[in-house]
């Protein structure tokens, strides 16, 4: 009897140190877990957030100025009818400008004209290059052009933010003349939603 007792102490001192190692190296592991992914609430914002600056990207507002390489910009959008081409023939050529052609500028002054549906007009009238395609695409298909240097003009995300909150033709979407439904939000809102989903590690959605 007293033997069996020596034994289970001395196993119960080999196995206490091998356990409070397992149980050491389980926590490690789950805290590393935790610090490798996103908080849920942060993605859940992240999300949030994404979703929002795709509704923004996406509305007639932007997208119709932000098309192919045909360079064709688009009417489309509440008040508008039947989704079309520019009238008139009208192309913003590969200068995006209309260099080629007629330029932008011709009808598009900076000012919105008082005419219902009239020349929309605000500084340096002009499509998006074609690299930052958001006409017809997809939330990841923008997702992913957003994060991507190459395509969204050399641009950190914060410096796409700012860029949204300052420039002055970004902001047109959001006071686009009589007979136009602007874009949701606000400038100022949009670059905010940025922000949160950079902060976040800018998930795209699958």
């Not at 990207?57 to 509440?78: E, I, M, Q, T, Y």
């Not at 700012?162 to 959001?174: A, R, Y």
Request: glycine residues 6%; charged residues 20%; hydrophobic residues 35%.
């Amino acid at each position: 009897m007293q033997m069996k007792s020596i034994m289970l102490k001395t196993i119960a001192l080999i196995l206490l140190p091998m356990l409070s190692f397992v149980f050491n190296a389980s926590a490690q592991v789950n805290s590393l877990e935790r610090e490798n992914s996103p908080e849920p609430l942060k993605a859940q914002e992240a999300s949030q957030a994404w979703n929002k600056i795709y509704e923004v990207f996406s509305h007639p507002r932007c997208a119709n100025c932000h098309v192919p390489d045909d360079n064709l910009p688009r009417w489309s959008g509440p008040n508008y009818g039947k989704t079309s081409v520019h009238g008139m023939h009208i192309s913003g050529g590969q200068s995006r400008i209309g260099v080629e052609t007629v330029m932008c500028s011709t009808c598009h002054a900076h000012t919105n004209s008082d005419e219902p549906h009239g020349p929309p007009g605000a500084p340096v009238w002009m499509l998006a290059p074609v690299e930052m395609l958001w006409w017809q695409q997809s939330s990841k298909q923008i997702c992913e052009q957003i994060k991507d240097p190459a395509r969204n003009g050399g641009r950190t995300l914060e410096e796409v933010a700012h860029h949204i909150e300052e420039d002055e033709l970004v902001h047109w979407g959001w006071n686009p003349g009589i007979g136009r439904e602007p874009a949701p939000y606000s400038a100022r809102e949009t670059a905010a939603f940025v922000n949160v989903w950079a902060d976040a590690g800018a998930p795209c959605p699958e």
